[in-house]
């Protein structure tokens, strides 16, 4: 970058901040719109609090914001691939339900392998909560 020119870095600059714009229009968009996300929302919000409930440890915290961000990010690709194929045709197709299916699949994958960490993060403490 030329830092010798402070019009080429207000442009960069305009133009980052407008992708920036973008990206989070399209997220509040689907966080309006879409039953899924909101559902993967309030579930990683339920998250966060048993975090902050039982202190989880920095490592579990990794392992907690992974889920839930790679939970929101892919269910964000899911919706981009079911309007893109929705826009490319109105008739039923194999190939479009195929892709539709298919990337539903990467969501509930990674939803399961959320589940999971959380039921090994939390099962424990709450079992011992129990226990006392």
């Known amino acids: 970058m030329d830092t010798g020119s402070p019009g080429k870095d207000g442009a960069f600059l305009r133009r980052l901040l407008k992708s920036f714009g973008y990206a989070i229009t399209g997220i509040l968009t689907a966080a309006q719109k879409e039953r899924n996300m909101q559902i993967h ?46 826009l490319v045709t109105k008739d039923f197709h194999p190939v479009a339900k195929q892709a539709k299916d298919i990337a539903a699949g990467a969501v509930l994958v990674y939803a399961c392998l959320s589940i999971l960490i959380g039921v090994i993060i939390f099962l424990p403490k709450v079992v011992a909560m129990i226990g006392r």
């Open 41 to 86: 929302i309030a579930a990683g919000f339920a998250a966060v609090c048993l975090s902050i409930f039982f202190s989880i440890s920095k490592m579990e915290w990794l392992f907690i914001l992974l889920a839930i961000g790679g939970m929101l990010a892919l269910e964000l690709m899911n919706t981009a691939v079911e309007r893109v194929v929705d």
